[in-house]
């Protein structure tokens, strides 16, 4: 049963095609057969947010979305937020507001934001906080990752 | 995971075919917020994936203003929260779909999932039951409409019977000064599951005094949502006062029939189904206002 099957799929803007199992998730493809390791596996069903990415622009947890549901799709991870001038101002501020300690839900949390103010450019506080309500992060409080965002969206809103 | 083969069918006919004599081992796929995590805990054993979101008849949303709402089962949350008409003519439903998980599962979560999952604490029913609300079903013998709330038969467990699946669900037109309310508890501010929740739908006369006809839906607090009738009835062709909307929740809180477990006692369900049936009411009749 289920040999390994094709898929072609666009990440960070380039093409890819991988073989995959049927039962395998794209997460597993992305950190293990393609490298991209950015994005990581922490709760692994859907609760932590540690796993986002961006599936045609939406924001999903890739730990609850199968390998071969994103043939002919396309998706962001970690990995496609900086572009070739530098960071992103999400990574700069969460760098400069110290928004992080060990580091393993910012990834999400920067692929979430962005999420957010690639739609809403200048959300409020009450707002940012709802929107990442699907990213956990043990470490710091939340404080200076809503900072950290607001910052960034003044930022944005300037550029 | 246990191994398994995958199909992304084009149509329900071919999802019908897949099907056919393959009883309990195929599990369809939509927004997989439930159905992938049951398969990682090894809850389910599968052979075949029917991703089901390349079928246009459970992916597509359309308002019409006279035959009202069709929502595909495989519609997720959020693009049901997102679309103008369900904003404007439905806020009910984009008070229950909005409340499922976070954004990154109303991203992928759809409807009929919700549904199809069967939780007695569903976010999404009490607004569709309300909302008069028709669960349309394909089956090898053909198609078939059942009432929303005669969808659920108990805690994961709905009325498909073998080889049907829920196309869609439709919603009838929207009436005039009609308004609904859906609402949830949940100790935490979001990301939670409902400790009780509930729904209304009110139609309101045209100087707004009286109550026409209303319809209360209540969840969390049985083996399924459920539509309590009397609670529609306390409020039907009466004037708008507090005794009114207190028979209702009365009649909530006889309905409901809880259980105690880490949510939430017994006691406090029975409390809540009340409370909740009151503001659920309240916030419809300022809806209807509107």
Redesign the interface.
Known sequence: ??GK?HVTTKINGEEVEFLC???Q?ILEILRDQLNLTGTKEGC????C?AC?IL?NG????S????A??VDGQELTTIEGIASAKGLHPLQQKFLEHAALQCGICTPGFIV?AK??LDSEPNPSEERIR??L???LCRCTGYDKIVRAVQDAAAVMQKA | MNAFDFAAPKSVDEVLALLKGRNGEVALLAGGSDLIAQLKEGRRKIQLMVDVKKIPELTALKFDAKSGLTIGSAVSCSSIYHHADVQKHYPALVDGTSLIGSVQIQNRASIGGNFCNASPAADSPPAVIVLGGVCQIAGPKGRREIPAEQFFKGPGKNALESGEILVSIHLPAPKAQSGAFSLRFIPRNEMDIAVANAAAYVELSADHKTIVTARIAIGAVAPTPLLVTAAGSALSDKTISEEVIEAAAAASRAAAKPISDMRGTIEQRIHLAGVLTKRAINGAILRAKE
């Open positions: 049963m289920s099957v199992e049927p039962r998730t692994s069903n859907g609760n947010g986002s599936l939406k924001v999903v947890d730990c609850l979305v199968m071969l549901e979430a999420a957010l709802l929107y309500a699907g990213n």
